[in-house]
């Protein structure tokens, strides 16, 4: 986790000596979620080329339960990703109180792969509740999740990449000093590892035009999203 008070700080000292100007509250904290969707679209764009989680998403992979309606689960509110999915089969214990879990893991079909497995006599989903075996798949369809087979009840597990949660940066107001304090009780830190400080701070200092290294996450902001420096 990362102190929003320590961006906000750092953002400001480095401001001051490049002589940038003054950053009001409101305006830190705009450009802070701007850095966060910019710094996750780059991290996300490395785990499609690669298909690894990176320590820098660790913050934000989730597990869920999802329960299944008519052959659909709703996706998660912060649903940003797809990790893995497992069917729950929950079975009673002999004490008749305390119910297991067994999951099995379920197959995601692509686009073009629902009808050439459903119609495989090898891969086709199947279920055998006595043996609590059987082969699972799932696929998105009309922003839900669509499970197979049809006869599966109950939910399923579903482990994702949620989006970074709103951070703030918030003030109370000295009417004597006619200042802004930092007000730790309605501010939201980060949820970011230490490791990714740098890269919000450069992200803040370049949206206020300031020069900072042009590594390769900056580089691919410019290329992609045409960012130029605010001056």
């Known amino acids: 986790m990362i102190s929003v008070q320590t961006v906000f700080e750092r953002v400001k000292d480095l401001s001051r000596k490049d002589k940038a ?69 929950t079975y009673n214990n002999c004490d008749g109180v305390n119910p297991t879990t067994n999951t099995v893991g379920m197959q995601h079909l692509k686009t073009g792969e629902v009808m050439k497995t459903l119609s495989s006599a090898i891969r086709k989903p199947k279920i055998d509740v006595e043996k609590q075996t059987g082969k699972f798949a799932y696929t998105f369809v009309n922003n839900m999740i669509k499970v197979y087979p049809k006869e599966l009840t109950g939910s399923i597990y579903f482990k994702y990449i949620t989006d970074p949660p709103v951070s703030l940066y918030n003030v109370t107001i000295d009417l004597v000093n006619q200042e802004e304090d930092y007000d730790p009780a309605t501010s939201i830190d980060l949820q970011w590892g230490e490791q990714d400080q740098t890269n919000l701070v450069d992200l803040m200092l370049f949206f206020k035009g300031i020069q900072v290294r042009e590594g390769e996450l900056l580089q691919w902001i410019v290329q992609k999203h045409q960012y130029s420096n605010r001056q």
Not at 42 to 55: G, H, I, Q, R, S
Not at 56 to 77: D, H, M, R, V
Request: net charge negative; proline share 3%; charged share 20%.
């Open 21 to 89: 100007g003054y950053t009001s509250a409101a305006e830190f904290n705009r450009n802070l979620a701007e850095a966060q969707t910019l710094l996750m679209d780059w991290y996300y764009k490395m785990f499609e080329a690669n298909e690894k989680t990176l320590d820098s998403l660790a913050p934000f992979i989730k597990e869920t339960s999802l329960l299944i309606n008519n052959q659909f689960c709703a996706f998660p509110t912060d649903y940003r990703h797809k990790l893995e999915g497992g069917y729950n089969f």
